[in-house]
């Protein structure tokens, strides 16, 4: 399990490096690391048997703090384009409290935990299972909290050259699961052309020519 900070991260891998050799370092590592994604994805089904499981819930809840907060807004707006009962579990309009209140059958939790690992993620994820929830978990180490818990586990690698953890196979892994999340859906093709309307409807975007 690693939990190195971001000074630590500074220290070892960007302090007295110039540009032009710290740009080079980050490209050749992300290059290595997205090429272990795409190796890893193609080899193991964890992203389909958790797209399986989302699929199959009556109502899906994301959870994530901190750097993973962003990571589970992403999943959440992109199954919420092809699947209703989405939840970002925000602590404003969706309370973990009221989340945990309110456990029925057929509902599912998504956590999102990096290293390091957030406290209050692994607390009511822990809560939630606890109260009879069924949870899908989104990590970085075999040997992370939450992963003897979880029904369905996404393992995935964060390793840098910088000081912040790599995004780049998380958001592969992310990609890849909303997409066989939504093309097992029965009714997302109807719920897409719902909200093209609506969003052509309201003028949402600006047109480019």
Do not use: C
């Not at 630590?8 to 590592?29: P, T, Y």
């Amino acid at each position: 399990m690693s939990a190195s900070s971001p000074s630590e991260r500074f220290e070892r891998n960007v302090q007295r490096r110039s540009a032009n050799v710290l740009k080079q370092r980050v490209l050749d590592q992300q290059r290595v690391e997205f090429e272990k994604a795409l190796a890893w994805a193609a080899e193991h089904d964890a992203i389909e048997r958790a797209a399986a499981r989302i699929v199959s819930a009556r109502r899906r809840y994301l959870l994530g703090n901190g750097k993973s907060r962003t990571y589970a807004a992403l999943l959440a707006t992109d199954l919420s384009a092809g699947l209703s009962g989405v939840h970002l579990v925000d602590g404003a309009a969706v309370r973990p409290l009221d989340v945990l209140a309110d456990i029925r059958q057929g509902d599912l939790m998504v956590a999102i935990v990096m290293s390091r690992y957030r406290r209050e993620t692994v607390s009511v994820a822990e809560a939630y299972v606890a109260h009879g929830g069924e949870l899908v978990l989104i990590t970085d180490a075999d040997d992370a909290p939450l992963t003897a818990l979880a029904s369905t586990r996404i393992v995935i690698g964060t390793d840098t050259a910088s000081y912040a953890n790599s995004p780049t196979s998380v958001v592969l892994a992310l990609h890849l699961l909303a997409t066989l999340t939504i093309a097992s859906s029965k009714g997302a093709g109807r719920r897409l052309h719902d909200r093209d309307a609506l969003a052509a409807e309201l003028d949402l975007y600006v047109d480019p020519t």
